[in-house]
């Protein structure tokens, strides 16, 4: 089982199509029991996006932000983004590589 650490709470990656396509949604993230589920079938940057919004949804829970909803989605989206668009963000960084 693969597992995600999010402020120090191991997250169990659940793959759930049948579930989450009942409820027509991509995904989900369950706090109380520390798992997120993400739908097989979703096409590739469809899954990045929804697997950090679910992220963002486990910190919105574990911080106790209360954040809402709108704002989580377009926080997560955005970040999302931000790393899928800049592939080399942390290497840039990184000093040990320095050019
Ligand atoms: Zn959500």
């Given amino acids: ?10 997250y169990a990656l659940e793959w759930d199509t ?5 409820h027509q949604k991509a995904g989900y993230c369950a ?3 520390c ?9 590739k940057q469809r899954l990045g996006e929804t697997l950090l919004h679910e992220i963002v949804e486990a910190i919105d829970f574990e911080l106790q932000l209360d954040l809402k909803h709108e704002i989580l989605s ?3 989206f955005a970040v999302y ?4 668009n ?3 963000l942390f ?9």
Avoid at 81 to 84: G, P
């Fill in 1 to 10: 089982m693969k597992t995600i650490n999010i402020l120090g709470m191991e």
């Fill in 18 to 22: 049948n579930a989450i396509q009942d």
């Fill in 31 to 33: 706090s109380s029991r």
């Fill in 35 to 43: 798992a997120i589920g993400l739908d097989s079938s979703l096409e």
């Fill in 74 to 76: 377009a926080l997560a």
């Fill in 81 to 84: 983004s931000v790393i899928k």
């Fill in 86 to 88: 800049n592939p080399e």
């Fill in 91 to 99: 290497i840039m960084i990184d000093p040990e590589k320095e050019d």
